[in-house]
C-alpha cells in the first residue's frame, strides 16, 4: 500500500492539516483509494520534543513515504534560534535531502472568489497562474553561508549559484506543465545585473529551442514581472523562477487568488514528493480554529494526483472546494459582510460534506 507521512508542524499547521485528515479516513473508507499514513513532528514542534526540526527518525520516514504532507513551520518561539536549528531549516533539509527540486503552485482564480482579491474583477478575468519554483538550489543553498565579525564589524553571507544541470531540470517541468495548459512559460531572471541570472536565461532558452520550440517563451527581469503580474495577471500562464524570486512572486499571484489561504503546492523531484500549502504557520492566528483550510485540502488534491495517480480523487476534492466557496461559504481571510463565515473545522466538514455529495 502507498505510505503518506504527515507533518503537521506549527502554528496553523495542525490545524489545517486535521482538515485533511478527514478527507483522508473518508477516501481510506473507499475500495481503491487506500492509502497508509502515519504523524509526526517536525519543524519547532520537534525541536521542543527532539531539539531538532527535523530528527534522523522523521528524515527517514519521509525517504521511506511515497508522499509527505507538511503544514507549516515556525513561530516567533524560535526566531531567535541558530540559524541550522530553526524551524525553517528543517523544511530546506527535508527538500534538499528529498531532491524535491521543483516547487508547483498553481495561482487558479475561483470564480466566486473574484470579488476576494485586491485587484478589479475585470484585470482578474481568466487569470489562471501555475508557478514552477527552483527548490533545492540558488541564495537558500549556496556556500559559503556565514555570518560573523571581520574587523569588527558584522559581515553576513548568502551566495547564489546554479549550475546548468539544475536549472535544465526544472525548466523542463515548467516546459512539460506548459504544454498541458496554454503553452506559455515565462521565465524570471536579473540578467541584465546578475552572471547566475544570466546563464538561468541562457539555459532556458537552450532547453527551449532543443525540445520545446512549440511552447511560447518570455524572458521578464523579476522587478518588471512583479509589475506585470498584477498590471496583465491573464496573459500569464506558467511562471518558471529560481528558488528566491519564486517565492516572492508566489506570494503575489496567492493574493491574486484572494488569500495567501487558497494557494497549494506540490514539491516534486525523481520519485519523491512533497505537499504543503504555500502560506506559513501564521502565529498571529494560530489555536484560534479559523484559520482556511482550503490551501492544505487543495495540496491534498494535488497529492492524490501527482503520487497516486487517482485523479478522479483529486478532481473530486478540488470540485468539493468550488461548490462550497459558490455556496456562499467563506473563512475570515476571503469573506466578506454578507457571507457565512465559517471556522477552520466547518471549513473543513463543509468541504467533505461536498465531497460526499459528489462522491
Ligand atoms: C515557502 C516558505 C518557505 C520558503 C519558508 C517557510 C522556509 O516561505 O515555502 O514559500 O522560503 O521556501
Ligand atoms: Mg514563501
Known sequence: MKKLLILPGDGIGPEVTKQCIKIIDFFNNQPDSKIEYEED???????????????????????????????????PKWENLDHELKPESGLLKLRKK?????????GKVFKSLSDASSLKPEVLKDTDIFVV?????????????????????RVASNPLVYNEEEIVRVAKVAFDIARKRKNKVTSLDKANVLEV???????VSEVHSKNYQDIELEHLYIDN???????????????????????????????LTGSLGMLPSASVGENKAIY??????APDIAGQNIANPIAAIL????????SFNLDNVSNIIEQAVA????????????????????????????????????F
Open 323 to 358: 461548490n462550497t466557496l459558490d455556496s456562499g461559504l467563506r473563512t475570515k481571510d476571503i469573506g466578506s459582510n454578507n457571507q457565512k463565515i465559517l471556522n477552520c473545522n466547518e471549513m473543513g466538514d463543509s468541504i467533505l460534506n461536498n465531497i460526499k455529495k459528489i
Open 276 to 281: 504543503e500549502p504555500v502560506h506559513g504557520s
Open 133 to 153: 519554483r527552483e527548490l533545492t538550489g540558488g541564495i537558500y543553498f549556496g556556500e559559503p553561508r556565514f555570518s560573523k565579525k571581520v574587523d569588527g564589524k
Open 98 to 106: 528529498l531532491q524535491t527540486y521543483a516547487n508547483l503552485r498553481p
Open 41 to 75: 513532528l517536525f519543524g519547532g514542534a520537534s525541536i521542543d520534543h527532539n531539539g531538532k526540526p527535523l530528527n534522523d527518525i522523521v528524515l527517514n520516514k519521509a525517504l521511506d513515504a511515497d508522499a509527505v504532507l507538511l503544514g507549516a513551520v515556525g513561530g
Open 197 to 203: 541570472m544570466q546563464l538561468w536565461r541562457d539555459v
Open 299 to 306: 495540496s491534498l488534491s494535488m497529492m492524490y494526483k501527482y
Open 225 to 255: 514581472a512583479a509589475m506585470q503580474v498584477i498590471k496583465r495577471p491573464s496573459s500569464f500562464d506558467v511562471i518558471l523562477a529560481s528558488n528566491l524570486f519564486g517565492d516572492i512572486i508566489s506570494d503575489e499571484v496567492a493574493e
